[in-house]
């Protein structure tokens, strides 16, 4: 069992996985500020409330979008697990061939997504991750990584929203009773939600014409769950699919 660590703009997800099951996934929020101290403790809480020891953990992998607190939760990792901890970056394998012009652009969390993907589901594919940014990356049936979209996540697009518009204050991201909404907090909720999810369905339908093939569509995610239930496409939902990444990749770099 290793602990695999996803570190994005909003929050970081930390998880305990093995080969046959996710024991856990927590969220905390990512803070900039923090030191390798405090994110010790943090971890060490974690898997505690898990029933974790970490005594039991092979080892740890890290992949990360914010490059100003990678460092510090690799030595923060490293404190608690007394092993040292994998970062997805160069000079890592993967195992996934990626066809795009600057394959060192493509972040670490959308090839462990990429890498799960293709062990785990048909392709083609494409995989839809709905965080601080919503994401799509596309494997055609080859299994070759050949590219994608960076849109505006949900809730950017909701605070932006918020915050430009005096008349309409904040709101809960849940679905309302009806689509038609009925007051200002309803038509917001509205907008968000069935708009995001009729956006993914589009989506998917202009990929499928540009491939010439129908894809198999999986979602993860902090808030896949709050808008692809209201999508009219047959999307997997799989909350695990960063972490079997890095599993993935972790053992194909596991330390001597």
Do not use: W
């Amino acid at each position: 069992m290793i602990l695999a660590i996803d570190i994005g703009n909003t929050n970081i997800v930390l998880g305990c996985i093995d080969q046959k099951k996710t024991r856990f996934i927590e969220r905390v929020s990512t803070v900039r500020t923090k030191t390798e101290l405090e994110y010790a403790i943090v971890i060490k809480s974690v898997l505690d409330l898990n029933g974790i020891r970490a005594e039991e953990l092979e080892g740890g992998i890290i992949c990360s979008v914010v490059p100003q607190i990678t460092n510090v939760m690799r030595v923060a990792t490293e404190k608690i697990l007394r092993k040292q901890v994998l970062v997805v970056g160069p000079g890592i394998k993967t195992g996934l061939n990626i066809l795009m012009d600057n394959p060192a652009q493509l972040g670490s969390d959308r090839v462990a997504g990429a890498v799960a993907g293709i062990n785990e589901y048909l392709a083609p594919l494409a995989i839809i991750d709905l965080g601080t940014a919503t994401t799509v990356c596309v494997i055609d049936g080859k299994k070759n990584y050949i590219g994608g979209m960076i849109l505006p996540g949900v809730m950017v697009s909701l605070d932006s929203l918020t915050m430009r518009a005096s008349q309409l204050q904040g709101i809960s991201l849940e679905a309302p009773k009806r689509m038609i909404g009925k007051n200002t907090a309803d038509c917001m909720k509205s907008g968000v939600i069935y708009g995001s999810a009729a956006m993914i369905d589009g989506l998917i339908d202009r990929l499928e014409e540009e491939l010439g093939q129908e894809l198999t569509v999986v979602a993860t995610g902090g808030l896949s769950k709050v808008i692809i239930p209201h999508c009219k496409r047959n999307i997997i939902l799989d909350d695990d699919l960063l972490l079997k990444g890095l599993q993935i990749i972790y053992h194909k770099n596991r330390p001597e």
